[in-house]
DNA sequence: CCGGAGACCTGATAGC
DNA sequence: TGCTATCAGGTCTCCG
């Protein structure tokens, strides 16, 4: 479900639970990405400590604390980071609670692709999941050269390149075929043949897709909520995710949909081209 | 190096 | 109504 847009959403959501001192942790025991359970002995340990930021990378957020560790979060495809009332109904498939002095910070994740682990400050580099991934995709570094620096020696598509985090870290599967529509490329395109001016326009239509994304706070289809609960509205302004059939929002052509590396794939026949 | 397929999980929805 | 098949925003690994 989730790409950089609502990461960022559910990052900004979680300002209330920022200076909150954790004064319990509960996990359900379960595995959750790679069958990896979140270490309840890391967790218990910042018992005590308070949440000094939240800070995120690509899909990954960092609650950092004044223990000299942070909390690290991948929300995977379902997951959910929701500020509840310590009082309120636990939902089902909840994996992790840290109780806070007011309120609790709760994980609750339906298909377990999500990811919940401790890291010391100053390993983050160090943390496999982190430490493959590129830049992040709103980082202001990501321009047009460094774009066309990237692509040159890949062969694969550029639906592949976008998608792929040790590249550009944030894309996930919806705003990959935004932002290839938004620049007017094919998904299909190879990415050596990649020329300096396309190269600028997909760095631009990355940033313009997720901020825009942002701006909506974030894309809800089902599962997406920030921390405060609420859904996105952006899934009404996608250009051509989930509308195959539908005419394309600048030449009326209808979207079609393809599969590329397993994954639904959306574009314009007519105004998208290599 | 690259793509494809399958794995990991559950729930929603469409079709019969 | 109830069954089955298909699909889903993410990653990871194996295979050719």
């Known amino acids: 479900m989730p790409e950089l847009p609502e990461v960022e959403t559910v990052r900004r959501t979680l300002a209330p639970a920022v200076g909150g001192r954790i004064a319990s942790v509960w996990t359900s025991g379960m595995g959750l990405h790679m069958a990896r359970r979140p270490p309840r002995a890391k967790l218990q340990k910042l018992v005590g400590a308070r949440i000094t930021t939240v800070r995120r990378h690509g899909k990954y957020l960092l609650l950092d604390t004044d223990h000299a560790a942070s909390i690290l979060v991948h929300l995977g495809m379902t997951g959910r980071l929701r500020i509840h009332g310590a009082a309120d109904p636990r939902a089902p498939h909840t994996h992790v609670v840290l109780g806070l002095d007011r309120g609790e910070l709760r994980f609750v994740d339906a298909r377990r692709f999500g990811q919940v682990d401790v890291v010391a400050h100053g390993k983050e580099r160090a943390h496999p999941a982190l430490a493959v991934l590129g830049p992040d995709a709103l980082d202001e570094a990501l321009d047009g050269a460094a774009v066309l620096a990237a692509a040159r020696d890949k062969r694969t598509t550029l639906k ?5 985090q040790s590249v550009i870290a944030g894309v996930g599967n919806i705003y990959a075929s935004e932002a290839l529509w938004r620049a007017k490329l094919l998904p299909t395109t190879r990415t050596h043949t990649l020329t300096a001016p396309a190269a600028r326009r997909l760095a631009g239509a990355i940033r313009e ?17 920030a921390a405060d609960g609420k859904a996105g509205e952006n899934a009404e302004y996608l250009w051509v995710y989930d509308r195959a059939g539908q005419p394309c929002k600048r030449c009326r052509t209808p979207i079609e949909r393809t599969v590329l590396q397993g994954r639904a794939t959306y574009y314009c026949p007519t105004c998208q081209i290599p």
């Open 209 to 225: 897709v997720l901020e825009r994304a942002l701006t909506n706070g974030g894309t809800t289809f089902s599962d997406f909520v």
């Open 160 to 164: 592949a390149f976008v998608l792929d």
